[in-house]
């Protein structure tokens, strides 16, 4: 069964760092792209990048390219998005998923990962 | 960016009913559209991809159609477990951007 399993939910102050993460099993974690999600509270879906684990090459969303740092370790078969600087608009819940190609639809799901950024 | 524009955002329905949903794209996107149902609290889950392409699983009753810059998904007879939130998304060219959401109301 394929599965994706991220990190738990987190609290953090403004300015602090943070990396979540996205653990891939049942499949050959190397072959399929993971892309990062943003659903902040209540509002909809929206893209913010996505890693080739194979290689770990990266393409960002304008609006999320220089907040986020997307990377992978294939050796774990975990990706990961990190913050060097929370800020308190980086509340939201957080989902990682695949995708076999990089222009394909987005088959399987992680569970999501609430990040809460308040002072 | 390619703007995806859902419509209606909500729509009250009951059990049984035909009800359809549309999504326009700013530019031509081809086909490559999917379509994710999300509940309260969890994961979104693909229904269609490939504007029409049923996903392993998914009941016959949710069917996409269209090509270009419109399409639409329709559920032929609404079951209670049908009642959530449904986003379409391109995925012709990075970023790949989402609807706004039409949230499935019970009447």
């Known amino acids: 069964e394929v599965q994706l399993v991220q990190s738990g939910a987190e609290v953090k102050k403004p300015e602090e760092s943070l990396r979540i993460s996205c653990k891939g099993s049942?499949?050959?974690?190397?072959?399929?792209?993971i892309s990062w999600v943003r659903q902040m509270p209540g509002k909809g879906l929206e893209w913010m990048g996505m890693i080739d684990p194979s290689d770990s090459y990266t393409k960002y969303s304008p609006s999320f390219q220089g907040h986020v740092t997307i990377s992978a370790d294939k050796s774990i078969d975990t990706a990961y998005v990190q913050w060097s600087s929370l800020k308190a608009s980086d509340t939201a819940k957080y989902y990682c998923a695949r995708h076999e190609i990089v222009s394909s639809h987005f088959d399987s799901w992680g569970q999501g990962t609430l990040v809460t950024v308040s002072s | 960016d390619i703007q995806m524009t859902q419509s209606p955002s909500t729509l009250s329905a009951s059990v049984g009913d035909r009800v359809t949903i549309t999504c326009r794209a700013s530019?031509?996107?081809?086909?490559?559209l999917a379509w994710y149902q999300q509940k309260p609290g969890k994961a979104p889950k693909v229904l269609i991809y490939?504007?029409?392409g049923l996903e392993s699983g998914v009941p016959s009753r949710f069917t996409g159609s269209g090509s270009g810059t419109e399409f639409t998904l329709t559920i032929s007879s609404l079951q209670p477990d049908d009642f959530a939130t449904y986003y379409c998304?391109?995925?012709?060219?990075?970023?790949?951007?989402f609807g706004q959401g039409t949230k499935l109301e019970i009447k």
């Open positions: 998304q391109q995925y012709n060219t990075s970023p790949y951007t």
């Open positions: 530019q031509n996107i081809v086909t490559w």
């Open positions: 049942g499949y050959s974690f190397s072959s399929y792209w």
């Open positions: 490939k504007a029409s």
